[in-house]
């Protein structure tokens, strides 16, 4: 067996690269700080010469999700990448590819907010990612990568998904993950599928044609309220499916703790030094990471929290995966929050003192 390849990168740009291993058919997106070296990477290593990956920086990031919707309802394995305020922008794109069953990507590396904000890591767009930020009754498939490593596992895993159920997913990162550089091995390269495999493996998609011989036509409209109450119908059966069978997760010493932390993506890192800290003052605590923010771990936190003294929920914002922690706990164990807003990163020794004012000393 050949040894795998190991290289040094930051995880924007391992988002890029592989991509292009994953047999991607095409990129679209807008510069914006912190996840501006995706199609930076692009532009150095022109996959459209090697592989044939079309890449296309867009004049707008509202131009960059409707390219991604009609490439991806071709049957292409299409995406877009950007940051908070840009997918703030795309979220009517989402909505509508959410609604026609298109199985984009879309990758936001985090900053703080609102609005502008700033361009410090942040984990401010969780409601907005996971309640979904555009109109309607739906979900989008919701992956948060902790390491170099998962940013580049994620590209392929969320493609996988977004075809599986005909549902946008997004990789739901951090100006932290995008920026800092860590040792990545790469997927192998492989091979874009010709356009009798697209046929073959998506029929619905627009260069397909249906039963009666009529062209596919992917579009979220429906006049006809019952049609369309059909369609919602069927909707929320496939996130049930969903929430039934994709559901990650990670724990980290939680058989024996009294108290466990939950954090996703760079909040998940910066507690597992925090719970080394405790340990070495012999406090027993755990981490339970969530790697889907939706479908949420709901079931798997309850059960994990059965008997605990306490849950603290650590984040890069004001508070917003905690209400879902106190949702699935339902009031068994005392929950706490503490997070750091305006781009600042909380210190392992803060989320320490936290869990001690917050719980211990309840």
Request: hydrophobic share 40%; glycine share 10%; aromatic share 6%.
């Amino acid at each position: 067996m050949a040894e795998q390849e190991v290289t040094l990168m930051k995880g924007n740009e391992a988002i890029a690269r592989a991509a292009i291993r994953c047999g991607v058919d095409g990129y679209f997106g807008y510069p914006i700080t912190p996840q501006s070296e995706i199609i930076e990477t692009f532009a150095l290593d022109k996959p459209w010469e090697t592989t044939g990956m079309v890449v296309v920086q867009a004049e707008s990031e509202v131009a960059s999700i409707n390219m991604v919707y009609g490439a991806a309802g071709a049957g292409k394995r299409a995406f877009t990448s950007s940051s908070s305020p840009g997918v703030a922008l795309m979220q009517e794109g989402i909505a509508y590819m959410a609604g026609a069953e298109i199985p984009g990507v879309i990758v936001n590396v985090q900053r703080g907010g609102p609005g502008l904000g700033t361009i410090q890591p942040s984990q401010s767009d969780y409601f907005q990612a996971t309640r979904g930020g555009g109109n309607g009754d739906y979900n989008v498939i919701v992956l948060a990568p902790a390491s170099v490593q998962e940013m580049a596992d994620f590209v392929e895993l969320s493609f996988d998904l977004a075809f599986k159920y005909r549902n946008p997913a997004m990789i739901l990162s951090d100006g932290v993950i995008g920026q800092m550089m860590e040792k990545v091995v790469l997927p192998p390269y492989k091979p874009r599928r010709t356009e009798e495999e697209i046929r073959k493996e998506c029929p619905w998609a627009t260069i397909g044609r249906s039963k009666d011989r009529k062209p596919n036509i992917m579009t979220s409209l429906e006049l006809k309220p019952e049609v369309m109450e059909e369609h919602n119908i069927h909707l929320q059966e496939k996130y049930a499916a969903i929430r039934e069978n994709e559901v990650r997760y990670e724990t980290m010493l939680c058989d024996d703790a009294d108290y466990v932390i939950v954090a996703f993506g760079s909040a998940a890192r910066l507690a597992q030094k925090a719970i080394g800290m405790a340990r070495e003052e012999g406090l027993r605590v755990g981490l339970f990471r969530p790697i889907t923010l939706w479908p949420f771990p709901e079931k798997e936190i309850a059960a994990m929290a059965n008997g605990k003294k306490g849950v603290l929920v650590v984040e890069i914002n004001a508070g917003q995966m905690v209400q879902d922690v106190r949702l699935a706990v339902n009031g068994e164990v005392p929950v706490g929050h503490y997070g750091r807003l305006g781009g600042i990163v909380p210190e392992p020794h803060e989320i320490l003192e936290a869990l001690k004012t917050k719980l211990t000393e309840r």
